[in-house]
């Protein structure tokens, strides 16, 4: 944990337990120099508690985020001479590469976000107090001057990218490029709204991310990562699934929103929140080495005019079940920024239209869309509802159905389920009737993601009987409800 | 008989097993169409998820098809 001294810094600060396979000690020391000046000694004040609780707070997020043992930081305060020890970090570990990286972690943020400051007293008798949250001193204007050239960008067009406010939904394929191409492009604030942690088979196409990142949150990797970037905007993580509850809140804050989910229902919710609001909503997906590219402006058409039911989960196939190369993602979402881009510039963007992209044969169709006077969003219509799909604000809803779980054996293993399902009912080997016999009441299928009870249910309502529910979300809905504990 | 210029997308290309082709048909709108595709090919989509364009302009499935039109048929898709 972390304390404030004024006494000389004495190590070891903890404790090393014998799976400890690594310890790394950080020492930050008073320098002779700075930027050029001889320096002969610091004086450091500080703001406690305030200090205190916030430098335990970071070290509470590094130590869940590296998974590392232990971690233990000294600051010391008042007057110090050269070569006296400021900071110390110890961190302990299984491994050496997530003890050094939890280092070097709390150092950064320590430096950035606790209130302490340094005043440095210099050889000529002068002294100065040092803003430790150092402002990025490099040349704004140099970053954006290949596209301020441009004349439909210019000085005011760059003024403008830094006024907007952008939120992602989704920082996988469409979101990585579409992430990049905004921050580089110097929107001044961007959301990235995403729940996810990153997995393996993320990689071929959320190029945002590396290897070594497999396990942390994705709105944690991206923010950073685009911030890294561009150091000049600011970067807002919104880290939760959206949902009917939150999502008018959240896209509220923002002027345009890019939906570069994978998934139906957030598409939909999307929709029906940004006509509501009047905000510009970009859409892509893809298929295969296919995608549709459509923009959603205020009183235009909307998604619903197209299609004005919300399609069951898994009616058509997404990524993990159908495959997807890289680039066809990587196509369709630096379409996105590109279209937010342009939008903000004034330049023609692509709206009333749906785009299919081919990019085998390379083909681009161009489809007018007109805004449909029956859409159940945008105009007199309402919406159906997919009734068998539930969407739970809390477990006690689930009561009054039985509840099977329909995921294969190997599933169950490394995935249990956080809540008693009434029967385990496999997918692969179960008749409808099988199903319909669990109970005389109300049936709710339960799966990983809520793809396959969606389908199972969408089946059962066709063929005329009406008693059979589908958990939207599957596991993640039910891990959502039940909270941390 | 009229001719009809035909282009799959998505789930549909697959299903048909190819981008697109020119075929003979007496349907008289773009859902007539459809079914006879889908019977034909085991086209497994249902008719109220797929658009059909017709020249380029996105139309009601109900509309008439003439000799020459171009057509393109495309379903939801939600990768990403």
Same mark, same amino acid.
């Given at each position: 944990m972390f304390r404030l001294v004024t006494e000389p810094i004495q190590g070891p600060l903890i404790d090393p337990e014998e799976s400890s396979g690594a310890v790394v000690v950080f020492e930050g020391r008073v320098r002779n120099t700075n930027e050029g000046r001889e320096v002969i000694r610091l004086e450091y004040e500080a703001f406690d508690p305030l200090a205190t609780q916030e430098a335990n707070q970071i070290i509470e997020a590094v130590l869940k985020r590296y998974k590392v043992q232990q971690i233990a930081c000294v600051h010391l305060v008042g007057s110090l001479e050269l070569g006296e020890v400021a900071i110390r970090v110890e961190v302990a570990s299984g491994h050496r590469k997530e003890a050094f990286k939890a280092c070097s972690a709390v150092v950064d943020e320590i430096k950035k976000r606790v209130p302490i400051w340094k005043k440095e007293h210099y050889v000529d008798g002068e002294s100065e107090w040092l803003n430790i949250q150092a402002p990025p001193t490099d040349d704004e204007d140099a970053f954006y001057a290949r596209q301020t050239r441009l004349p439909e960008v210019g000085a005011e067009g760059q003024a403008k990218l830094k006024a907007a406010n952008v939120l992602v939904v989704g920082a996988g394929g469409l979101g990585s490029p579409a992430l990049l191409y905004l921050a580089a492009a110097g929107i001044g604030t961007i959301g990235i709204c995403e729940a996810e942690t990153l997995e393996a088979s993320n990689l071929h196409r959320q190029?945002?991310?590396?290897? &070594? &990142?497999?396990?942390?949150p994705k709105s944690l990797l991206a923010s950073e990562r685009i911030q890294k970037l561009n150091p000049f905007i600011t970067v807002n993580e919104h880290p939760f699934p959206l949902t009917r509850g939150n999502v008018g809140e959240l896209v509220q804050q923002y002027d345009i929103v890019l939906d570069c989910t994978d998934n139906f229902e957030t598409k939909f919710l999307l929709n029906d929140a940004c006509v509501g609001l009047n905000k510009t909503l970009i859409f892509a997906s893809v298929y295969q080495y296919e995608g549709q590219l459509f923009v959603v402006e205020p009183h235009g058409p909307c998604l619903r005019c197209l299609w004005p039911t919300q399609p069951a989960a898994g009616c058509v196939g997404n990524c993990a079940e159908v495959g997807v190369l890289g680039f066809v993602p990587g196509v369709l979402g630096t379409l996105q920024a590109a279209e937010a881009v342009k939008r903000m510039l004034g330049l023609n963007t692509v709206a009333s239209s749906l785009i299919l992209i081919d990019l085998v044969d390379l083909n681009i169709t161009r489809i007018s869309v007109a805004k449909d006077p029956a859409c159940p969003t945008c105009g007199e219509g309402e919406v159906d509802e997919l009734w068998w799909e539930i969407h739970p604000d809390s477990l006690d809803q689930l009561s009054q159905f039985a509840v099977v779980d329909i995921r294969e054996e190997e599933e169950l293993e490394t995935e249990p389920l956080p809540i008693d399902a009434d029967v385990w009912l496999p997918m692969s080997s179960v008749t409808p009737e099988e199903i319909l016999s669990v109970s005389p009441g109300n049936i709710l299928l339960v799966c990983r993601s809520g793809m396959r009870t969606a389908r199972m249910a969408n089946a059962f309502s066709e063929a005329g009987e009406k008693r059979v529910y589908s958990l939207a979300g599957g596991l993640s809905t039910l891990r959502r409800l039940q909270g941390p504990n | 008989m009229k001719s009809l210029r035909i282009q799959y997308f998505a789930a549909l290309r697959e299903q048909r097993g190819l981008r697109e082709e020119t075929l003979e048909t007496n349907a008289s709108t773009a859902k007539e169409l459809y079914d006879e595709l889908a019977h034909h090919y085991k086209l497994t989509l249902p008719a109220n998820l797929v658009k059909a364009s017709i020249n380029l302009q996105l139309k009601d499935l109900s509309t008439p098809i003439m000799d020459g039109d171009e057509v393109v048929f495309i379903p939801p898709v939600a990768g990403g």
């Open positions: 190029i945002l991310f590396a290897h &070594e &990142e497999v396990g942390q | -």
